[in-house]
């Protein structure tokens, strides 16, 4: 590829008016960022938090730029090559998927989408996947792997450009199949249009990324419009105890898949019956309906059948059925399946569970009031006593986001009564972060407003380390530390781990190991 594409080959067909010497100019690479343009670069000016990327593009071309695609708005730059275009943003996808070839054509790949459960899902079905000899790649929101050095990304899904390069890396190194965690801003940014999904999963909806999409059916718009795009020829995996994803089946031409805990959806076509949940798993019947039958006759016949997991919680038994389902629809067999299933690594930082002597830790990378909720009830279904909370706060999402929170761990601290909650600002851990996740004034004075209008006690720290050191001061023995929230809390579980050794007397232990961040 380092002769590079011509770029009236990537332009065919888009609307626009071509300027300069277009005809002639090769490209080499895609960038929007014009930190990162590489002589030869096909430079496409996006819009940004604070600028247009336009106003970058004589930086982009003292960079080596060969062509750029500029809105229709802007002036075509002297001695420069390229494409006035009325949505560059649109254009980023055929561009990228023109120049990569296509690579999606030739993977089986498949997109995890739904509020909560997606990296997790999105984990299980690779870990599946490479079980049944498939040798997946994989995008998730906590990691990138299978199309060179593994690493935790900036974007859930990324532009479509740097997606259309991994899954070009995935294929030219022989994967067979790709997981992509496809969030509603990859939809509806179109950042996913131009892949071709052999099958689309639905693990659930609930009020989220509000501050993007502006309203609530927007959202699920967003969510729809990604099984909407399915071809008649692909699988839709729904989740038949969430009444939203289910309803995505009318908007779908696949093939539907549904799955579900038996007590809420008890027509699913892939159902877990008998659940018995524990601190450190879950185990339970796997059960075939019709469509099931339909679908992979082999497997079917082989249930009910027992299955064990080594994730806590209802919700991850879910996350499960949603995995197994989609393998089962593109063919796989049950026999290497259900093993595997038993063998899963716990994905970094989803109630992610570690004894420390009689204490445990338990850290949750908790987002939104509906992945709050499910850490806490799990946690309650355990009757675990002694329990002591410390909650990072969600920075540079809005307040509500916040206010929403603090709702939820007030109603279970009525239920509990781990008052008071231990609240931190992260200030500077998040000050480290190469993306600004830093909580605004707005945002904390929500979160502790909220609280105390709702009877929740609240302890203060501005740092990590202080609030997981007051934590642990307070841990019982016999006690269950719950560690919540985003990038605040990334550090958190090393800190609380290394404190309570100290307390034991205990030889220190490897930290937990996460893979390192992109570098941008």
């Known amino acids: 590829m380092q002769e590079g594409r011509p770029f009236a080959e990537l332009i065919r067909g888009l609307p626009g008016t071509p300027f300069g010497d277009w005809r002639a100019v090769r490209v080499r690479g895609i960038a929007t960022d014009s930190r990162q343009v590489e002589p030869g670069d096909l430079f496409v000016a996006l819009p940004g938090t604070q600028r247009h990327g336009a106003a970058f593009v004589a930086e982009a071309a003292r960079r080596g730029a060969a062509a750029v695609v500029i809105p229709t708005s802007e002036s075509a730059p002297a001695g420069l090559a390229g494409l006035r275009h009325p949505a560059p943003e649109a254009a980023l996808a055929d561009l990228a998927a023109r120049f990569y070839r296509h690579p999606s054509h030739e993977l089986t790949v498949v997109g995890v989408t739904g509020t909560n459960g997606k990296t997790t899902t999105a984990l299980l079905l690779a870990h599946l996947l490479r079980a049944a000899g498939w040798d997946p790649a994989a995008w998730t929101t906590t990691l990138v792997s299978g199309a060179g050095p593994s690493f935790r990304p900036v974007w859930t899904t990324p532009p479509a450009h740097r997606l259309e390069r991994f899954l070009r890396t995935a294929a030219d190194l022989g994967r067979r199949a790709a997981v992509l965690e496809v969030s509603s801003h990859g939809v509806a940014l179109g950042r996913v249009r131009c892949i071709r999904f052999r099958a689309g999963v639905g693990t659930n909806v609930s009020p989220d990324h509000l501050d993007f999409h502006g309203s609530l059916e927007a959202y699920v718009a967003a969510k729809r419009a990604f099984f909407a795009a399915l071809g008649p020829g692909a ?18 031409r696949a093939t539907v898949l549904t799955y579900g805990v038996a007590d809420r959806a008890e027509r699913a076509d892939l159902q877990a019956a ?6 450190m798993g879950s185990e339970f019947m796997l059960l075939p309906g019709p469509r099931l039958c339909e ?26 059925l949603a995995a197994l389902g ?23 930082r989803r109630l992610e569970t570690r004894p420390v002597g009689p204490y445990l830790v338990v850290n949750d990378v908790a987002m939104n009031e509906a992945s709050y909720d499910t850490a806490l009830a799990t946690v309650a279904a355990w009757g675990a006593r002694g329990l002591v909370v410390v909650n990072a706060l969600r920075g540079a999402r809005g307040a509500e986001v916040n206010a929403a929170a603090a709702r939820v ?17 992260s200030q500077g851990e998040l000050a480290r972060d190469p993306v600004d996740h830093r909580v605004r004034e707005a945002e904390l004075a ?21 609030a997981v050191a007051e934590a642990v001061g307070r841990l019982p023995r016999g006690g269950v530390l719950l560690l919540l929230g985003t990038f605040g809390m990334d550090e958190g579980p090393a800190l609380a781990v290394a404190m309570l050794e100290r307390r034991l007397g205990l030889p220190p232990s490897a930290p937990p190991s996460y893979p390192p961040a992109e570098d941008r």
């Open 235 to 252: 699988l839709a995996v729904l989740n038949a105890g969430d009444p939203v994803v289910l309803g995505f089946e009318t908007a779908t």
């Open 274 to 279: 008998d659940l018995r949940l524990g601190r």
């Open 295 to 320: 679908l992979a006759p082999a497997a079917a016949r082989e249930l009910p059948a027992p299955a064990n997991l080594p994730l806590p919680g209802r919700h991850n038994v879910e996350n499960a």
């Open 326 to 348: 989609a393998a089962l629809g593109l063919g796989l067999p049950l026999e290497p399946l259900l093993p595997a299933l038993s063998t899963a690594p716990p994905p970094p």
């Open 409 to 425: 761990l007030a109603r279970w601290n009525r239920r509990l009564g781990f008052a008071p909650l231990i609240v931190t600002a």
């Open 446 to 466: 929500a979160f502790v407003d909220t609280a105390k209008r709702e009877g929740l006690g609240v302890s203060l720290h501005e740092e990590l380390a202080p």
